[in-house]
Nanobody, 117 residues
Framework: QVQLVESGGGLVQPGGSLTLSCAAS????????MGWYRQAPGKQREMVAT???????NYADFVKGRFTISRDNAKRMAYLQMNSLKPEDTAAYYC???????????WGQGTQVTVSS
């Protein structure tokens, strides 16, 4: 079954760090642009960071300098390293994989990140 599975969420204190992982299965991972999105209660889902199949990265202004997106094509994994976490980073975080050539758009089930003291 084609899928993306996130892991690594949890409860962390303000100023802390977490690393989210996204494992891909049944796709040619290296052909996909990957991204992390988040959705807080009552808010729309928003882009956090993206990385193209070629390794080019893009970040939302609110995470620049704090979060780092990366990928390991051999392991078919994408990561989001999150540092200096703030309470406003609390949200469900979703992994997304896109292969525009075949109009394939995959989402994971999400992992909850809660930043609270």
């Amino acid at each position: 079954q084609v899928q993306l599975v996130e892991s690594g969420g949890g409860l962390v204190q303000p100023g802390g760090s977490l690393t989210l992982s996204c494992a891909a299965s049944k796709i040619i991972f290296s052909f996909y642009d990957m991204g992390w999105y988040r959705q807080a209660p009552g808010k729309q889902r928003e882009m956090v960071a993206t990385i193209t199949k070629g390794g080019l990265t893009n970040y939302a202004d609110f995470v620049k300098g704090r979060f780092t997106i990366s990928r390991d094509n051999a392991k078919r994994m994408a990561y989001l390293q999150m540092n200096s976490l703030k309470p406003e980073d609390t949200a469900a975080y979703y992994c997304r994989g896109q292969r525009l050539a075949i109009q394939h758009d995959l989402w994971g089930q999400g992992t909850q990140v809660t930043v609270s003291s």
